[in-house]
């Protein structure tokens, strides 16, 4: 089962990628900021690799930007792509996100439908974006 | 979104409330050092937080004034905007509001109709010193496009469940060029609000071959929402040229326009629902394209765009293209360069592949890296304090259930009594009481760590001073700097809750009446700025808390005065008074009305509602004051107030308990150090003369005090506020712990008692209020 670490300082945030990620078939974990999500990362058994990274910008201690450039240095994140959900819809954000080495950028509140497309395209996951992409289109008010 | 499970509900509130009650924290503190980037960009990130939760649900009203809240602060915290007492007023304001529509999410589960405009113009409020034009504005120039032309055609398109009178048809053609003005057309529509429905098709027939410019936009869009006219005008405000809206009219449009294509919108809709994914695959995969272009990409990040690009392949449903374009990565060279040469290659979210050879044939590409665990080493993590929220009713009920164990547990050596005496098991009764104490000891050990979960910091009502402080200095134009000291203090939830309003009312007579205005002061030769200050501290099991304004003081004249004026006391009386004596008078019922409070410049409004809600929870007040130089008054308050430690003592033939807090000692004085006085008693006790009062004669209980055999009569000591007196009682015995419960039904009215409480062998044991029966 693919792996996803969650990071965001928000409880309900936390709560709400859970929910969708998790109905999604995707198995969740979470951290609370950057440092957090660090020592998540270095302290996780190699035979159960995060496979997606959720992150958000705005954290305590360690921001979403900081985390990602210093994931990008070890060896157990070099692979992993990075989907960064955050409320900042400034382009420059966006630009910054880039340049720390997140390969996708979605503004929050990201909807459910294109929130799992996304993360299932960016975890290859093909039935999972096809089903995405159809409730996203069932008219059904994603 | 209608995603409003009831889970994600509670989180939220639970969170915004944590959230406004930072912020509030937050905004007095910045206020006092506006500087301090630390506190906010911290003040910052929980209206951010905030704004980021609402948007979650559909809370618009919420998201609108806190999403302009955070807009102010991001204005504030990158030093373009200086923070200033208005701004403090708008986001104190705002957080209020917010807070009163948690409330109401909380009860109602939604927010409103009402809340809109309220909420509109608090954003306005706040917007305004952004100093740019609040959204309103920008709402009110619609789109030269109108709402009540004739439908387009294609909308027959559309099955008939969308095309429901007032909905809102949009047709949104981007700009060829609009991906150089930083629009993302695909991103705007699929974030229209109450979007029901979204077709994408090619503007123009695409361009094929070199002709093709893939930083051209080439889109057609077409949406239906279900969303009011004003909230799409608005979401597509910067774009207005580009769209055309229409309203669904009344009737449905199938007659007039009964397109042939009726049995359509099945096959369309399945062709569009593969655009989207391959829509988003294709923007996801330009995405890694513009990543690896970036000068400075990091050897990671290259990493993991390639194994992006990979995942994106794999979901394009193509096996022989994902072999071909798997089989070509495989062999090109590391770096950047490469691996973007080789992804421009393909489309696999175009409309149409044009896949070519691999450009260049290189060396296989080496494994990533693994440079080994440095970083891994440090893997013994330790984690903070692991803090779980619980909820008040599940704390209350352990609490309730601990007192019925301790209830119980008293039961236990009556039992051991009843086996000796009534069945002769002496052996029995022995081991009864061993497991008794060994119960005993558990059950003391449970209450304790119940209690300690119970502890609140009193940090926790000392919050709401500062904005009281704040907002009544302002009103009263006086300058007054609150200093709080011992926030971290705790004691029993209970406590603490009753202490609230005491206290405020406290801080409001300081603020009203001890401190003066700053020309008052610096004619005194006072500094302008006085200072409030409250501190807290524990003394053994007691709370004492501390309110000391450098204010003028009670003017004691003024009181005496007013003490006699009200009859509280004759004249002769209150001139022999000393000050600090004077002082005490305000504590007297009916010491203060209306009309009283206006002049008299110092305390007295309500002290005896202060000391009245005090000594309900067992504490005790003091008042000290010196004129010119400010009042400090003393609250001592019992840690917890859950179990109640009493006194058996014996009258009229009945036990009574007696609160052990109110008892000072117990004495056995012989008869005739009794000293009667016309129908008073009195006694010498340690050099002081106490007053006597027959306990039974108080209750109506028609017994003498008996003497024990060696003449003496049982004389318990209680302190009642500032003086002891002393009750003639039966005989003592011991100590019990009990859980008060107050008199309910048609007892309540009864005087004389704080309430009653079960013993171990199921009798109940009233409780005295002794200052009741005084």
């Not at chain 1, 198995?27 to 660090?38: D, K, M, P």
């Not at chain 2, 421009?344 to 890296?369: F, K, N, W």
């Not at chain 2, 006085?677 to 009062?693: A, D």
Request: with cysteine; hydrophobic share 40%; charged share 25%.
């Amino acid at each position: 089962m693919k792996n996803i670490l969650v990071v965001d300082d928000a409880a309900t945030v936390r709560m709400y990628h859970r929910k969708m990620l998790g109905d999604a078939g995707w198995r969740i974990e979470e951290a609370v900021n950057g440092l957090e999500a660090l020592e998540r990362v270095m302290n996780q058994p190699p035979e159960q690799p995060f496979d997606l990274y959720v992150v958000d910008i705005n954290m305590p201690k360690m921001d979403g930007y900081t985390f990602v450039r210093e994931l990008r240095r070890l060896p157990q994140g070099t692979q992993v792509p990075v989907l960064m959900v955050s409320t900042e819809a400034q382009p420059q954000d966006a630009v910054a996100a880039e340049e720390a080495g997140a390969n996708c950028y979605l503004i929050k509140p990201a909807k459910p439908q294109d929130l799992v497309l996304t993360a299932a395209l960016l975890l290859g996951d093909g039935p999972a974006a096809r089903r995405a992409a159809d409730a996203q289109l069932q008219g059904v008010r994603a | 979104m209608s995603l409003n499970s009831t889970e994600l509900l509670d989180q939220f509130i639970l969170e915004a409330r944590e959230c406004l009650e930072n912020i509030g924290h937050r905004l007095l503190d910045v206020e006092k050092s506006p500087s301090d980037t630390g506190l906010l960009n911290d003040l910052f990130r929980q209206v951010h937080t905030l704004k980021g939760n609402c948007g979650l649900f559909e809370f618009k009203a919420l998201e609108h004034v806190v999403h302009a809240g955070e807009d102010l602060l991001d204005r504030i915290r990158s030093g373009q905007q200086r923070y200033n007492p208005e701004i403090a007023d708008v986001l104190l304001d705002a957080m209020d509001y917010t807070s009163s529509l948690i409330d109401v999410i909380e009860s109602q589960g939604k927010l409103p109709d009402s809340a809109q405009e309220r909420s509109r113009h608090l954003a306005q409020a706040l917007r305004r010193h952004l100093g740019e034009p609040a959204p309103a504005a920008v709402q009110s120039a619609p789109p030269a496009t109108t709402a009540d032309t004739p439908l387009p055609d294609w909308i027959g398109l559309a099955p008939p469940e969308w095309r429901e009178s007032g909905r809102i048809v949009v047709r949104y053609r981007p700009e060829a060029d609009c991906f150089f003005k930083g629009e993302d057309p695909w991103r705007l529509a699929s974030t229209t609000p109450g979007l029901l429905h979204l077709a994408v098709a090619p503007d123009q027939p695409w361009a094929s071959g070199d002709a093709f410019d893939c930083y051209v936009c080439n889109l057609d869009l077409r949406l239906v929402s279900e969303a009011p006219l004003a909230e799409i005008e608005a979401h597509f405000r910067y774009v207005p040229e580009q769209m055309a809206l229409w309203r669904m009219p009344d009737a449905p449009p199938e007659p007039a326009l009964a397109p042939p294509a009726a049995a359509a919108p099945a096959a369309e809709r399945s062709c569009v629902q593969m655009d989207l994914m391959n829509t988003r695959l294709q923007q996801i995969w330009d995405d890694q394209r513009r990543l690896l272009a970036r000068s400075g990409v990091s050897a990671g990040t290259v990493a993991s765009v390639r194994q992006t690009l990979t995942h994106l392949l794999i979901c394009r449903d193509d096996p022989p293209l994902i072999a071909e374009a798997r089989a070509a990565l495989g062999r090109i060279a590391p770096g950047p360069v490469p691996l973007a040469q080789w992804a421009l290659q393909y489309r696999p979210g175009g409309t149409d592949m044009d896949i070519e050879g691999p450009g260049q044939a290189a060396a296989s590409v080496p494994a990533p890296r693994r440079e080994g665990g440095t970083a891994a080493e440090d893997g013994s993590t330790e984690r903070g304090q692991k803090v779980l929220k619980v909820s008040q009713d599940k704390i209350d009920r352990l609490m309730e259930l601990i007192g019925e164990m301790v209830v119980a547990k008293n039961a236990l050596p009556y039992l051991a009594t009843r086996a000796e005496s009534l069945f002769g098991q002496r052996e029995l009764a022995r081991e009864i009481k061993a497991q008794y104490s060994v119960i005993n000891r558990i059950a003391e050990d449970m209450q304790h760590a119940i209690m300690q979960v119970r502890m609140l910091p009193v940090g926790i009502i000392f919050q709401r001073f500062g904005r009281l402080v704040r907002d009544l200095s302002k009103k009263l134009g006086k300058d007054v700097s609150l200093v709080v000291e011992g926030e971290e203090t705790e004691a029993d939830k209970n406590v603490i809750e009753s202490l609230a309003d005491p206290l405020i009312h406290i801080l409001r007579n300081s603020l009203d009446h001890g401190l003066e205005t700053p020309e008052v002061r610096l004619a005194a030769g006072k500094p302008a700025q006085g200072t409030l200050r409250v501190s807290a501290r524990q003394e053994g099991d007691r709370v004492m808390l501390t309110i000391h304004d450098d204010g003028a003081g009670i003017d004691t004249d003024r009181v005496r005065l007013k003490a006699i004026e009200r009859g509280l006391i004759p004249a002769d009386r209150a001139s022999t008074l000393t000050d600090a004596e004077a002082v005490q008078l305000v504590f007297l019922p009916g010491f203060s009305t209306s009309d009283a409070i206006s002049d008299l410049s110092g305390r007295g409004v309500g002290m005896d509602v202060v000391r009245n809600a005090v000594e309900r929870i067992n504490g005790q007040v003091e008042l000290e004051s010196v004129r010119g130089q400010g009042t400090t008054v003393r609250l001592t308050l019992p840690l917890s107030m859950a179990v109640t430690n009493v006194m058996m003592i014996e009258a009229g033939r009945r036990r009574f308990g007696v609160p052990m807090d109110l008892i000072v000692e117990t004495v056995r004085v012989p008869a005739e150090d009794i000293h009667h006085f016309k129908r008073s008693q009195t006694t010498v006790l340690r050099g002081r003369i106490v007053p006597l009062r027959s306990l039974s004669e108080l209750l109506g209980l028609d017994n003498e005090a008996r003497m024990n055999d060696d003449g003496e009569l049982a004389v318990l000591v209680v302190r009642l506020g500032s003086e002891n007196i002393g009750l003639l009682v039966d005989n003592f015995h011991g100590t019990s712990d009990i859980i008060l419960k107050p008199l309910e039904g048609v007892l309540a009215g009864i005087t004389g008692f704080a309430g009653t409480a079960l013993m171990g062998d199921g009798s109940v044991l009233m409780i005295l209020n002794p200052k009741e029966l005084v």
